[in-house]
């Protein structure tokens, strides 16, 4: 149950976390390296796609090894182990939500701090 | 000779914006990278990788704001600092070409400095935030010896400019206008 809303959270997150980025505007306005621009902006998005998906899987790895140590915590009676292996699916999940949450804000706060040449 | 100047400069400042957007870029994906390594390691237990992953986000973090918030006045004070050349002519004029397209490139070199210091911290290396102050010092050793040196000795060598004598004696470094 816990793992299938997991599961849940981590998918919308990721769907907000690659369409609300930086990424998403062109490197138009470079003038003559705008092209160049264009090809670097374009490698980073498929670049955040990639880590972005790697993310989720590894966050499900995780959960899906502490699911089994909790579930082997309970076979025989170690209720530690269950209390951590629930406290790991938490804490991954919170972690992932967390950089999700964050990372697009200080990628957009960063992008708003762009300076202008100062020459 | 300044419309020249101009032209280049826009360069130099089209590369600062390429720079900036690049940087913003490696930031993001760095930032990002550490979270998977943070949540790989949170996986298996690794608490140790889970706080030297928190602390490069924090120092890729703070890098791009020394290098959006600390640069540009740097670059300011260094471009105003130097004084109008002496002589006159087109001695005069290749000096102050020279003295501010030097600030320019110091001031795109300070950024690609900080640009290979983020993508050096994003993959686990060091930081190498003191070149980008070498730069500033390079660059101002560079704008005094082409808005000042250079025009003095083509002065005294050339014999140019007869409103300006170099003094015999006192500070032999600057020259004195006779009028």
């Known amino acids: 149950m816990l793992f299938a809303f997991a599961t849940k959270v981590l998918q919308s997150v990721m769907e907000r976390a690659v369409s609300a980025v930086f990424l998403q505007s062109g490197g138009g306005g470079g003038g003559i390296f705008g092209p160049i621009l264009d090809q670097i902006t374009g490698y980073a998005r498929d670049l955040w796609g990639v880590f972005v998906g790697l993310i989720i899987i590894a966050a499900t790895l995780g959960m899906i090894v502490a699911v089994l140590r909790g579930a082997g915590g309970m076979l025989i009676g170690g209720s530690k182990e269950t209390t951590v292996a629930l406290i790991s699916v938490v804490g991954i999940v919170l972690l992932v939500v967390v950089a999700f949450v964050a990372i697009p804000q200080l990628s957009k706060m960063i992008t708003d701090l762009q300076p202008a040449a100062p020459f | ?87 006159c002519g087109p001695i005069t004029e290749l000096g102050t070409f020279a003295s501010g397209l030097i600030a320019a490139i110091a001031g795109v070199r300070m950024m690609l400095a900080v640009a290979r210091t983020i993508g050096g911290a994003a993959i686990g290396g060091t930081a190498e935030v003191s070149q980008a102050l070498i730069e500033v010092v390079e660059a101002l050793f560079g704008m005094l010896l082409a808005g000042v040196a250079i025009p003095l000795i083509a002065m005294f060598f050339t014999g140019g400019c007869t409103q300006y004598q170099l003094p015999i004696s006192g500070n032999s470094f600057w020259a004195t206008p006779t009028h």
Request: proline share 5%; charged share 5%.
């Open chain 2, 1 to 87: 000779m300044g419309e020249t100047l101009q032209i280049i400069l826009n360069v130099l400042r089209q590369a600062w914006g390429a720079l900036t957007l690049f940087i913003v870029s490696a930031a993001a994906l760095a930032m990002l990278a550490k979270t998977l390594s943070t949540v790989g390691a949170s996986s298996i237990g690794a608490r140790f990788m889970v706080w030297e992953s928190l602390a490069t986000i924090a120092a890729v973090v703070i890098l791009v704001l020394v290098a959006f918030v600390g640069i540009p006045p740097i670059v300011r004070a260094v471009a105003t600092s130097i004084p109008g050349a002496p002589g």
